[in-house]
């Protein structure tokens, strides 16, 4: 079956410790995309990318890293620098071209900090 | 910039009665919309989406929505909801295509409507 995978589903962090979460796509897709939601304030972009060794700061990408070294991964690691880094995390993933097609959507990753 | 206002962050209804869920947008371009629907602790799943032509949209699960560009709205619409549909409702919007820039690829969300549907 062809989707996106995210592990792991729940993630406890200690304060200080960085952490990463997995993001991985069997959809062929070029662009990948990860999301923070919290209550009430929809979801966030924290940082894209289009094509392989590329990637691009969203709106929320403070504290955070990650790398696209695979077409089919985009893991994404919460730094210590992240003030406030309880949330659920989504990875997306699409084609790219012309007129945007479907964001297909990961089950997310519950990340809290103890 | 864009931005994505959802009027209403809880919607309660009855079962088999309608619903509407409202969304307003702003940006200095013209957009493309879209609507999507996050079942708890899940993923989110594309309920429609309007890139051009007919300004009435429908979705899957009988959703429909209608895009009004004086207005700058995407209403969302089921003539009647059953219990499944008990989850929170998303409104996106992307910019068109600009050129060399495939802006097109990046959506901003609106805040969310949760919907709960009352036996």
């Known amino acids: 079956d062809g989707g996106i995978t995210q592990s792991p589903k729940y993630l406890f962090r200690k304060e200080g410790q960085n952490v990463t979460l997995s993001c991985e796509q069997n959809l062929n897709h070029d662009a990948m995309y990860w999301y923070r939601q919290d209550p009430g304030q929809g979801l966030r972009l924290i940082y894209y990318?289009?094509?392989?060794?590329?990637?691009q700061k969203g709106d929320i990408a403070e504290g955070y890293s990650v790398s696209r070294e695979k077409k089919e991964s985009f893991p994404l690691t919460v730094t210590s620098a992240q003030k406030n880094p309880t949330a659920f995390y989504l990875c997306?993933?699409?084609?790219?071209?012309?007129?945007?097609?479907?964001?297909?959507f990961g089950p997310g990753t519950r990340l809290t900090v103890l | 910039a864009q931005s994505v206002t959802q009027l209403d962050s809880q919607v309660p209804v009855f079962e088999e009665a309608p619903v509407e869920l409202r969304c307003n947008y702003s940006s200095s371009v013209s957009v493309y919309l879209f609507w999507y629907v996050q079942y708890p602790n899940q993923g989110l799943q594309l309920l429609l989406k309007y890139l051009s032509g007919s300004t009435l949209v429908k979705g899957i699960n009988g959703f429909e929505a209608e895009f009004n560009k004086s207005q700058t709205s995407f209403h969302l619409r089921k003539p009647s909801v059953h219990i499944s549909d008990t989850a929170e409702y998303f409104c996106?919007?992307?910019?068109?295509?600009?050129?060399?820039?495939?802006?097109?690829?990046?959506?901003?969300f609106g805040g969310g409507t949760r919907v709960l549907v009352k036996p």
């Open positions: 997306a993933s699409s084609s790219t071209g012309k007129v945007p097609s479907e964001q297909f």
């Open positions: 996106a919007v992307s910019d068109r295509w600009r050129g060399f820039v495939a802006a097109g690829n990046k959506l901003t």
């Open positions: 990318s289009q094509i392989v060794n590329d990637f």
